[in-house]
């Protein structure tokens, strides 16, 4: 039995505060857009954070964003290990966002690092395998990485996932 001077008369006075906080916790500005590593030209990914239909895990949009907004600033002045840790940071916030895996993937390949970037790519696919369209660009990603490495079996395969997903989207 618990002891009678441990009272519970302040938890239900604490519901409004925690309601109000909660819901203060929603209010955030829309994402903005993703840029590629570089001003490379490559099929965009939604925007992190901005709630997915195909199954990819919508994320806090403030904090990520602006952590976006830094890679890309490391990126635009030729910086990828600081692009990376930007996004990163961004994965600690949202680890399930499917599209900042794929953009750590991308950075990844840039930098040369191909095993990584395949591996980064698979993670995003696992995390979103609705979505068709970032599949696809995963897939793509994996099909440069491997053939870099000189496996151009396997970069076959991998543009061939793409090819059937872009077939399925389009």
């Known amino acids: 039995m618990a002891a009678p001077h441990l009272r519970l008369t302040a938890v239900p006075a604490a519901f409004p505060l925690l309601a109000a906080l909660a819901a203060a916790g929603c209010a955030t500005a829309p994402p903005a857009p993703v840029v590629e590593p570089g001003g490379a030209p490559v099929e965009?990914?939604?925007?992190?954070?901005?709630?997915?239909?195909?199954?990819?895990a919508p994320a806090p949009r403030g904090p990520v964003l602006a952590l976006l907004d830094e890679a890309r600033a490391a990126e635009r002045a030729?910086?990828?290990?600081?692009a990376a840790a930007s996004v990163e940071r961004a994965l600690r916030i949202a680890p399930r966002?499917?599209?900042?895996?794929?953009?750590?993937?991308?950075i990844r390949l840039a930098q040369g690092r191909w095993r990584q970037a395949e591996s980064l790519a698979r993670r995003s696919l696992a995390l979103a395998p609705r979505a068709r369209?970032?599949?696809?660009?995963?897939?793509?990603l994996i099909a440069r990485a491997r053939r870099a490495r000189g496996d151009a079996a396997g970069a076959r395969e991998a543009e061939r996932r793409a090819a059937a997903l872009e077939g399925a989207t389009g």
């Open 97 to 106: 966002d499917a599209v900042l895996w794929h953009r750590l993937a991308r």
């Open 133 to 140: 369209a970032l599949a696809a660009r995963n897939w793509r």
């Open 44 to 56: 965009e990914a939604s925007a992190p954070s901005r709630p997915s239909p195909e199954g990819a």
């Open 78 to 82: 030729g910086d990828l290990e600081g």
